[in-house]
């Protein structure tokens, strides 16, 4: 499907503005509700602004791309508005948006919403295109634009209906092979997986550098690299956020890096690539090649990966069970003080049973998952049954963490170990071998070495953590509530946060109150909140984009969403890092001075009547607001 099938006349207005995102989107919906394929437009319009929450469509070079996949779509289509004035967008790279494409996707699997996105993400990285829209003054000449453009792009659409003498001479002229051969992936699979793929493109073509280059987006795998092409390639990269196959690269030398480096650093990426002196690849089960630095940089990178795999396979369950159980002695105040608090009355005990078990199952994802990362899905069953065996035997988090990557481990050396049996059988080792034998050396070693060992930390853990008191249970407030702000969803947050969360199942596996829980949710409602009333407070610090965002932070900030603070952190890192951080710090340790616990892994405010000591705990989010928002107001230059 073609950009110019979806985008209609009615819906493109080429001298627009807009004071505002906010007016700015409403705009683009008017004119895609023009072309009559909206059936509830306020429902798409949620979706439109819900979608904006989850992180800017602004991708950066002036260009926004908002979408939405909804069935109060009736249609895909396509509306376009360009404003010569610019409007604040919290685009990536913190630059006003002038060029706004926005997609509505009906709710169907054909996901036409991705391949649009795809198709615009790829033109829009030629400098030559946007120039062209900018300076167009006509329908009629966008039209002419972006088909031409879409020729010059996809040229195999516009050969399918050549003669066949044509294409067959154009065939023989086609490279035999790839100089270099490249892998994108972002963690949402839409707009940085094409930019990064068409900025490789375009630099290897200016450069006489034959390249291929597979995309791992949303809508799965595309223009996938063959075994022919992996044999050919002179050298690899790999510019990913996500985990991407990678054993298929044994022994060729790969570059592995950051999907933004693909985008800028596109240069630098080939010469490396093709310079011989990057790193080969060893294989999963191989032992790491000299060389040090980078190989040990990669495993570390690996080891991350999985261990993030299980970590987010696991969040919904502790969170969707943590809250339950919340909401279990929220209902149950009555029954305050006695053995029977959470479970004195049908509803409390309907909320308790049902979020325990949901709890119970966080050991056996985080160790599933992570099996399953490092040795596929025949590692799912040993990690899932180390975990629960971890949960059951004692050794709780630590026990699960550990099993997880033995068990994956595990099963990449029966792999190896049984790779000798013949052809025949090799149907059977998925659904037989690997489980039998994976269980019974699971099990073994669960119950001889994991367990016992492991079971000896985590108890000493949770003694230690239970026997802090004064000044070291502050410092470990105030540093758990400074790495909620340091990068936002980085490792260090992600680091905090699974810290909290653990805290939550005590030594025996049941949900418990956490005083470590406490500090991280508030240490991570700080940002947002300080933001919000610095831009109240120092108006002329903050452009009138930021201050439009103000009650939008507030909302995110009581509802424990740290990301509302990445716009702002994006545009000044240097300055509102640093004051979040310090406010979030003094909430982390003000909270654990005033010894404030909490059982539930999420929520914010919202879960208030299930701290403990909250009116302290509103108290340590005041002052840690405050001096955050106070630092912000000292420390950022007018606007």
């Known amino acids: 499907m073609q950009i110019t099938d979806l985008l209609k006349r009615e819906s493109v207005e080429l001298f627009g503005s807009a004071a505002s995102k906010q007016e700015a989107l409403d705009k683009l919906i008017q004119l895609m509700v023009k072309q009559g394929n909206i059936a509830d437009p306020e429902e798409y319009r949620k979706k439109v602004f819900a979608r904006e929450t989850e992180g800017s469509t602004g991708v950066g070079e002036g260009v926004a791309i908002p979408h939405a996949k909804t069935s109060a779509v009736t249609r895909p289509g396509l509306a376009f508005m360009r404003c010569a004035d610019g409007v604040e967008f919290d685009s990536l790279d913190g630059q006003p948006a002038k060029l706004f494409f926005l997609i509505a996707a009906p709710d169907t699997k054909d996901n036409v919403h991705l391949d649009v996105l795809s198709r615009l993400s790829t033109l829009l990285m030629d400098p030559d295109f946007i120039d062209g829209i900018m300076a167009v003054d006509s329908v009629d000449g966008l039209y002419d634009l972006i088909g031409k453009a879409e020729k010059e792009k996809f040229p195999e659409e516009a050969g399918a209906g050549q003669p066949a003498e044509e294409t067959a001479g154009d065939s023989e002229e086609a490279p035999k092979g790839y100089q270099v051969l490249a892998v994108t992936a972002c963690p949402t699979g839409i707009a940085h997986t094409y930019m990064a793929a068409e900025s490789l493109e375009q630099h290897a073509a200016k450069r006489g550098i034959s390249i291929k280059v597979e995309t791992n987006g949303q809508s799965g795998v595309k223009n996938a690299l063959t075994a022919e092409d992996i044999a050919g390639a002179a050298g690899i990269i790999v510019a990913a956020d996500k985990y991407v196959p990678m054993d298929r690269f044994k022994g060729k030398p ?6 933004a480096d693909g985008i800028n650093k596109a ?18 089960a191989d032992a790491a090649p000299a060389g040090g630095e980078v190989a040990e940089e990669s495993q570390a990178r690996k080891a991350y990966k999985h261990l993030m795999n299980g970590v987010s396979h696991m969040l919904p369950f502790v969170i969707g069970g943590g809250l339950l159980i919340a909401l279990a002695f929220l209902f149950d105040m009555g029954a305050a003080g006695t053995s029977q608090f959470g479970s004195s009355t049908p509803l ?23 099996a399953a990362s490092i040795a596929d899905r025949p590692g799912l069953l040993v990690g899932f049954v180390a975990g629960a065996m971890a949960a059951n035997g004692g050794s709780g988090f630590f026990g699960a963490l550990a099993g997880g990557f033995v068990g994956g481990y595990l099963i990449l050396a029966l792999k190896r170990c049984l790779s000798f049996l013949p052809d025949s059988l090799e149907n059977l080792k998925p659904i037989l071998l690997y489980p039998v034998l994976g269980l019974m050396a699971m099990g073994a070693l669960m119950v001889l070495l994991i367990n016992p060992v492991m079971g000896a930390v985590n108890h000493w853990v949770n003694g230690s953590l239970t ?13 758990l509530g400074g790495m909620m702000s340091i990068d936002f969803g980085g490792p260090l947050n992600k680091a905090a946060y699974v810290f909290g969360t653990a805290s939550l199942a005590g030594a025996d596996g049941q949900a418990v109150s956490s005083p470590f829980m406490a500090s991280v949710m508030i240490g991570g409602m700080v940002p947002p909140l300080a933001i919000a009333v610095a831009c109240r407070l120092f108006p002329k610090k903050f452009t009138a984009q930021e201050r439009s965002s103000s009650l939008t932070n507030f909302v995110m900030g009581l509802s424990f969403i740290t990301e509302g603070a990445i716009p702002f952190a994006a545009e ?9 951080a310090i406010g979030a710090a003094v909430a982390g340790a003000l ?26 705990y509103l108290l340590s989010l005041a002052a840690g607001t405050a001096v955050g928002a106070v630092l912000l107001g000292f420390l950022k230059k007018d606007r």
Do not use: Q
């Open 254 to 259: 790969v570059v592995i890096v950051k999907v």
């Open 267 to 284: 240069d630098a990426l080939l010469d490396e690539a093709l310079s011989g002196k990057a790193p080969l690849y060893p294989g999963e």
């Open 348 to 370: 409390a005990a309907f909320f308790k049973n049902v979020g325990g078990l949901a709890f119970s199952f966080m050991m056996p994802m985080l160790a599933g998952f992570i």
């Open 467 to 479: 026997a802090m008191s004064g000044g070291s249970k502050v410092l470990l407030g105030l540093v």
């Open 572 to 580: 000044d890192p240097s300055r509102v890092i640093p004051a979040c």
């Open 591 to 616: 909270s654990m001075v005033f010894g404030c616990t909490i059982p539930a892994p999420h929520g914010g405010i919202f879960v208030l009547g299930v701290v403990h000591n909250w009116p302290m």
